[in-house]
């Protein structure tokens, strides 16, 4: 059932995916606190056992971020962030669901309005 449900699932988004081709965008990723001031991505890996710095610190995104911000400047405006320990928001950008994700990271075919899922992964073939 579960299976089925995540095909499902997979097969609206890619049905989505075919109509709003213009909604993809290439996405930045920073480490952050609150305030969107760059910290060193340890403070994000949650397979540290929360031991770069516990709550506090974001996964900040934005399609006006690019690489090479160094840590401790402030992120342009613009950007939306969510818990660096939240799985799901991970896996809906195409991140890792867990661990460290390096400053600076972009993610080409992010879909625009914070949606679930990116293309390319078409491994959902069940073996037998």
Not at 65 to 90: E, I
Request: net charge negative; glycine share 22%; with cysteine.
């Amino acid at each position: 059932m579960a299976l089925s449900s995540t095909f499902l699932l997979l097969a609206a988004g890619g049905a989505a995916a075919c109509d709003n081709g213009n909604d993809y965008q290439d996405e930045g990723f920073y480490c952050a606190d609150e305030n969107g001031v760059i910290v060193d991505e340890d403070y994000c890996d949650d397979d540290n056992g929360g031991g770069g710095g516990g709550g506090g610190f974001f996964i900040w995104h934005s399609s006006g971020y690019r690489s090479g911000y160094p840590v401790g400047s402030r992120l342009p405006s613009g950007g939306s962030k969510f818990a660096y320990n939240d799985r799901a928001a991970r896996s809906s950008f195409g991140l890792p669901s867990s661990g460290r994700i390096s400053n600076g990271t972009v993610k080409t075919s992010v879909v625009g309005k914070g949606g679930s899922g990116t293309s390319g992964k078409s491994s959902s073939r069940s073996g037998g």
